[in-house]
């Protein structure tokens, strides 16, 4: 069973910087994809980005430019540098690992990112 051990976020001044590590534990199959998604208070929980074994990333809209998705293969470990931070940004971010034969879904227990405006 994959497990999800998450960075702890933080607070940070609008145009600041912050970065997000998730680290998968454990036995982890392959094909597989690993990224983070966010949830405001009130809203649905969104895709920020992802990141594919074969490196193929994928961006919501709302962060391309600023957000940066990064794999160290061997340690199956992901990174997003954020910068230009937004007041918008704010949410809990959520780690997600995803067994691509299986459909497998495993969450982290979310970590809360807050911008100051």
């Known amino acids: 069973q994959v497990q999800l051990r998450e960075s702890v976020g933080g607070l940070v001044q609008a145009g600041g910087s912050l970065r997000l590590v998730c680290e998968a534990l454990?036995?982890?199959?392959?094909?597989?994809?690993m990224g983070w998604y966010r949830q405001a208070p009130g809203k649905q929980r969104d895709l920020v980005a992802v990141?594919?074994?074969?490196?193929?990333?994928k961006y919501a809209e709302s962060v391309e430019g600023r957000f940066t998705i990064s794999r160290d293969g061997a340690d199956n470990t992901i990174y997003l540098q954020m910068n230009s931070l937004k007041a918008e940004d704010t949410a809990v971010y959520y780690c997600?690992?995803?067994?691509?034969?299986?459909?497998?879904?495993?969450w982290g227990q979310g970590t809360q990112v807050t911008v100051s405006s």
């Open positions: 454990g036995s982890i199959p392959s094909p597989n994809v």
């Open positions: 990141i594919f074994t074969g490196g193929v990333k």
């Open positions: 997600e690992f995803r067994d691509l034969r299986t459909r497998t879904e495993i």
